[in-house]
């Protein structure tokens, strides 16, 4: 089992930086590549991020490619997401996800098996 709680959310205006974190408890979270994804209103969760289970292999959606960071610290069993120069655009709830597949990269929402509550971005024009 892996339990995954995201904090830093927010409202912030366009071109501004927001760092979101994902604390992970669980004895296998090192064995569990991670995802990010979002969910603005009235519109389908889509892929963000991901990052394998070493950390190594970094993946990113090409709406946030240059934006966005994700990383990863194995001895804290955190997962965060780096968000830079802020558009309306990237308003939505976003989530964390552990996928089984070490390797990391899915984009496919239903092959994660544990997801968090969801952070609320907002961004202002």
């Known amino acids: 089992q892996v339990q995954l709680v995201e904090t830093g959310g927010g409202l912030v205006q366009a071109g501004g930086s927001l760092r979101l974190s994902c604390a992970a408890s669980?004895?296998?979270?090192?064995?569990?590549?991670m995802g990010w994804f979002r969910q603005a209103p009235g519109k389908e969760r889509e892929f963000v991020a991901g990052?394998?289970?070493?950390?190594?292999?970094?993946y990113y959606a090409q709406s946030v490619k240059g934006r966005f960071t994700i990383s990863r610290d194995t001895a804290k069993n955190t997962v965060a997401l780096q968000m830079n120069s802020l558009k309306p655009e990237d308003t939505a709830v976003y989530y964390c996800?552990?996928?089984?597949?070490?390797?990391?990269?899915?984009?496919?929402?239903?092959?994660?098996?544990?997801w968090g509550q969801g952070t609320q971005v907002t961004v202002s024009s």
């Open positions: 669980g004895r296998t979270f090192s064995d569990y590549a």
């Open positions: 990052i394998s289970s070493s950390g190594s292999a970094t």
């Open positions: 996800a552990a996928h089984p597949n070490p390797l990391g990269g899915s984009r496919i929402s239903a092959g994660y098996e544990y």
